[in-house]
């Protein structure tokens, strides 16, 4: 099992792009989220899916869309990239609500 | 609203000395559940310990112990016999309560271990 994936590792973008980051898990889990790390504040929750076809917003989800079209994938769109959205993203998966989420190795985004 | 507040920014401790990381948390939910990830140098989260808010007896996995003291909201991270490797950023999260899915997380705890 691969586990939780991310790609990219690392991404510079200019202010006004956009771009998706990638988000897949192999273990057949159900719920999905979306967070970002900021220096000093812990990790934020952007957007979160709960199976197939079923998304919703978290703590901080202006200028990011997702979507869930299979299990295994959920993407992340940031539809206009701004200096504010530089940050490390963690993309997450559980099996239900009560066990332990795990973490992809996280995405260092820079928008410049 | 939800809220977990860990106070120490930054933490020192012996090697093979015990160290005690603080977490408390605000809720009005009877159902929630509390955990703890450790997140090294090299960026990513492992998780450790994870206590339900109905579990009778304090979590423990392996060297990790969780102090729960209910009243108190207080949920706090026991490391035994610290090691040179358990340099890193630690963070306390709650899982919002019955039915709910989303879980916060605190500022973290960066503790640094000494030889």
């Known amino acids: 099992n691969a586990g939780v994936t991310q790609t990219p590792k690392f991404q510079v973008l200019k202010t006004g792009q956009s771009m998706t980051l990638q988000c897949a898990q192999d273990?057949?889990?159900?719920?999905m989220s979306w967070y970002r790390q900021d220096p000093g504040m812990g990790l934020r929750l952007i957007h979160y899916s709960v199976g197939a076809g079923i998304t919703d917003q978290g703590e901080v989800p202006n200028g990011y869309n997702v979507s869930r079209s299979t299990t295994e994938d959920f993407p992340l769109r940031l539809l206009s990239a701004a200096p504010s959205q530089t940050s490390v993203y963690f993309c997450?998966?559980?099996?239900?609500?009560?066990?332990?989420?795990?973490f992809g190795p996280g995405t260092r985004l820079t928008v410049l | 609203a939800q809220k977990i507040t860990q106070t120490q920014p930054g933490m020192f401790v012996q090697e093979k000395e015990a160290v005690t990381l603080d977490c408390t948390y605000d809720t009005s939910d009877p159902s929630y559940g509390l955990f703890w990830y450790k997140q090294p140098s090299s960026g990513e989260m492992i998780f450790l310990i994870y206590?339900?808010?109905?579990?009778?007896q304090n979590a423990t996995e392996g060297r990790y112990s969780l102090n729960f003291q209910k009243a108190r909201k207080s949920a706090n991270l026991v490391i035994s016999a610290s090691q040179l490797g358990d340099s890193a950023m630690y963070f306390c999260?709650?899982?919002?309560?019955?039915?709910?899915?989303?879980?916060?997380f605190g500022a973290g705890t960066r503790l640094f271990v000494k030889a």
């Open positions: 206590q339900g808010s109905y579990d009778q």
């Open positions: 273990m057949n889990h159900e719920y």
């Open positions: 997450a998966s559980r099996p239900d609500l009560y066990n332990e989420q795990f």
């Open positions: 999260a709650m899982r919002e309560g019955t039915g709910g899915f989303k879980t916060i």
